[in-house]
């Protein structure tokens, strides 16, 4: 069975105070791991699509790579706008997509 | 940019009653897809449709069904609502050969 798993469930930093997240999944046949940001009472953001091992991405603050068996979201030098909660899901063959339950991200000034 | 759009924001009904969730994408997208998010279960996928008139079950299908007369319209239909049904209702869409969702703004149930 596909699995997601992200950590941590919560995420308080200071403003400047870079850190990663870190999405853990299983899956036969990988064909996309996807980074949304979700801001209370709205649906998610695309942020990213990662495909395969070794590849990066990078959005102003955030930086997103792949391993053959997790995901790291990295935040450089957050804002308080950065707060929200991260979900990361995965993509197999025909299968639908599979959400982890997010990290919540807190950025205090 | 993708736009996801869905009929209202916010919804209350009673117990019983018959609810129509609407939503729309104008991105010409093949795939829709419609999710509830609870608080400690995250999103799960209710139905899906891969293209016009077809429709799958995801992974909690039971007291929900669905229509897909138009491409780019999906709807959600609660038979006869009840209070587990009260949640955050997302649509999707997403085009064929890309696997990357996109989603609408969500519409808040709740059923007394």
């Known amino acids: 069975e596909d699995q997601v798993t992200q950590s941590p469930e919560a995420l308080r930093l200071q403003e400047g105070e870079s850190s990663s997240l870190n999405c853990s999944y299983t899956?036969?046949?990988?064909?996309?791991l996807f980074w949304y940001r979700q801001d209370p009472g709205k649906g998610p953001e695309f942020l990213f699509t990662?495909?395969?091992a070794g590849e990066e991405k990078e959005k102003e603050r955030l930086k997103a790579t792949l391993t053959k068996k997790e995901s790291f979201l990295h935040i450089t030098a957050p804002k308080p706008e950065d707060s929200a909660t991260y979900l990361c899901?995965?993509?197999?063959?025909?299968?639908?997509?599979?959400f982890g339950k997010g990290t919540r991200l807190s950025v205090i000034a | 940019d993708v736009k996801v759009t869905q009929s209202s924001r916010y919804l209350v009904k009673r117990t019983g009653e018959k609810v129509f969730l609407e939503c729309v994408q104008d991105?010409?997208?093949?795939?829709m897809f419609w999710y509830r998010q609870d608080p400690g279960l995250g999103l799960r996928l209710i139905y899906f449709?891969?293209?016009?008139?077809?429709?799958e079950k995801g992974d909690i299908p039971e007291g929900y069904s669905v229509s897909r007369e138009k491409k780019e319209r999906f709807s959600l239909i609660l038979e006869s609502a009840s209070t587990n049904q009260t949640s955050m209702y997302l649509c999707?869409?997403?085009?064929?050969?890309?696997?990357?969702?996109?989603f609408g703004p969500g519409t808040r149930l709740t059923v007394t």
């Open positions: 999707a869409s997403r085009s064929v050969g890309h696997y990357e969702q996109y």
């Open positions: 899956v036969s046949g990988l064909r996309g």
């Open positions: 990662l495909y395969s």
């Open positions: 899901a995965v993509q197999a063959a025909n299968t639908p997509l599979v």
């Open positions: 991105m010409d997208h093949e795939n």
């Open positions: 449709s891969y293209d016009v008139k077809m429709k």
